[in-house]
């Protein structure tokens, strides 16, 4: 069972208020993204990395944004086709977030040079819900920023048929980038790499909905 103290994230980001009315138009119903929250970790760090990530996503167009936070979910690792009513009551509060989602950002640290294994396990827990949707990666740890966690996601994703986006966002000791208030201390170039990678996020999310709109995804 999940006993983790670990703090929680908010549960929802409203939509960015659309100034461009040209951007609306051209891309029609917001894109619905679910972002999952990867680390279950007691006195994890990741919420501080989340909720500054929702504030991009906030002020970002064209978002209507879910959390899916591990540390409120607790799947066993055994996996099973037959899942006891426990596991079900789990499944339900993520499963159908994950399956509405048009497009995923998924927030993970670097565990022993790898993502946690509570990615891991809530990915392998499903299936058709990742298929033909496009993941943006934001990373964080020590020196390396989380990358060989995201390459490492890139290899999985792309086993599940999805579109990771190029750019990516990365916090190199990301203790010592937010303040006690979790305000980033010097937020310019970490947010000119969020706008680029929900700008990026966003097409294939778009792209991706309307292709299947007029063609469903082949095998
Ligand atoms: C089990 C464990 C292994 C870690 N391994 C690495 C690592 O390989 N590379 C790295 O840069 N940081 C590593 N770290 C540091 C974490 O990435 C960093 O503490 C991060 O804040 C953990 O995320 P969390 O607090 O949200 O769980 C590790 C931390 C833990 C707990």
Redesign the pocket.
């Known amino acids: 069972m999940n006993t983790t103290t670990a703090k929680a994230v908010s549960e929802s980001a409203s939509p960015a208020a659309s100034t461009d009315p040209a951007f609306a138009s051209s891309t029609g119903t917001p894109v619905k993204v679910a972002v999952i929250v990867g ?1 279950n ?1 007691e ?4 919420p501080v990395v989340a909720e500054w990530l929702l504030g991009r996503v906030r002020g970002h167009e064209g978002f209507e944004a879910d959390v899916v936070d591990l540390a409120e979910v607790d799947l066993p690792t055994s996996l099973s086709y037959r899942p006891s009513a426990e596991v079900i009551a789990e499944l339900a509060k993520v499963t159908p977030k994950l399956a509405a989602a048009d497009a995923f950002i998924v927030l993970t ?5 790898s993502y ?1 294994a509570s990615l891991k396990n809530v990915i392998d827990w499903h299936h058709g819900e990742w298929r033909a949707k496009p993941v943006a990666l934001v990373s ?7 990358l ?1 966690a995201v390459e490492h996601l890139r290899q999985v994703f792309a086993e599940l048929h999805m579109v990771t986006v190029r750019d990516t966002v990365s916090f190199h000791n ?2 010592a980038l937010f303040d006690d208030e979790g305000a980033h201390r010097d937020p310019s170039v970490a947010e000119a790499a969020a706008k680029g990678m929900l700008d990026q996020l966003h097409w294939w999310a778009w792209a991706l909905r309307s292709a299947k709109e007029v063609r469903s995804y082949g095998s």
């Open positions: 680390s970790r006195g994890r760090f990741g640290p670097e565990y022993n040079h946690p964080y740890g020590g020196i390396s920023g989380g060989r990301a203790g």
